[in-house]
């Protein structure tokens, strides 16, 4: 299935959840804020977190900034 | 915020501050407060555009600032990059972050949430800028996004046009500071607002935070000098061949404004009005 990360999709396997995404994209879990459709996401939910075909997820981190 | 009163120029060690300490001790002591927290630093400093993490972090020393401002961005997910806040001590240095980017009041508040939870206290610079060549800010979408915030908790600091009414609206939406601009960002061009802020400065019963185009540290000593609580730099600081170095006389500009300020400047003439005595000249008078 397709995913939108970022604004790049990726393809996924089906079944898949945030965490595994995260794991595939190589980004730390700790470091980052996601949102998935728009809503916040709790790490502690990231297993929780089921991903559908055409799902829209955002990571977010903290760069240099006036 | 303008004080009672002048003060001396002790710089008083406190490291701690009981959270109901009267307002009149606080400026006795030369603090800055805002919102539930008080600061002896009255420099505040933005982490862009440094050439690596150390002169970022050696800047942010040098500067004695205890407030620096972050930014929010996507993951590069095709190069992931530490985040910043691995870099930064959170016991040091209080995380400010700005809503950067943001062209509308919805894409600020959902920065500020963002920020929030990525565990950082709910403090937001709030910025919203929809134009991408000067970067000024909106004051309608500023307004409405400081109203928002306010009332989810956050304590917003908004980067603001230099209108002393705007600063009058922020501050009746419960803004805990207003963030006037001196010159467009980044352009390190000075107080090219001075006489606006002044108003600002003479009316708010918030601290006055002068953000935005002071290049050099006789800009922060003038906005200083004014009578503004506290100033903001970036670009003055990490677009120079030795940050750290800049920040030290970033450092003592500030103070030595804020000095000047409690000292209380001297009045302005037209005419000249003599140093040395009057009389007594080696000369007979006809």
Known sequence: ???????????????????????MVGVNPEQVVTEHNGDIISPERYGAIHLNEGDTIELIQFVGGG | MVPAQAVGNQRLDVNYILPDTPSEVLIFMNLLQIANRTF???????????????????????SGCEIVTVALRRVDINNP???????????????LPNTSGARTAEEAIRLARIARAAGCEPWVKLEVTPD?????????????ATEVLVKEGFIVLPYMPADPVLAKRLEEAGAATVMPLGAPIGTNRGLLT???????????????VV????????????AMEMGADAVLVNTALADTPDPAAMARAFCKGVEA????????????????????PLTGFLRNES
């Open chain 2, 40 to 62: 002896r630093s009255r420099l505040m400093v933005g982490t862009g555009k440094f050439s690596s993490h150390q002169a970022m972090l050696d800047a942010m020393e040098h």
């Open chain 2, 194 to 208: 001075r006489d606006l802020i002044a108003i600002i400065i003479e009316q708010a019963q918030i601290p006055v």
């Open chain 2, 132 to 144: 991408p060549y000067y970067l000024l800010p909106d004051p309608i979408e500023t307004l409405k």
């Open chain 1, 1 to 23: 299935m397709r995913i939108l990360v970022n604004g790049n999709e990726q393809q996924m396997t089906d079944h898949t959840n945030i965490a595994a995404l995260l794991e």
């Open chain 2, 257 to 276: 404004g804020r000095e000047a300020y409690l000292a209380g400047l001297g009045p302005k003439r037209q005419q000249a009005s003599a140093s040395s």
């Open chain 2, 81 to 95: 990059q530490d985040s910043l806040l691995s870099h930064i001590d959170p016991k040091r240095y209080l995380l």
């Open chain 2, 211 to 222: 953000d935005a185009g002071l290049g050099a540290p006789s800009h922060a000593a003038e």
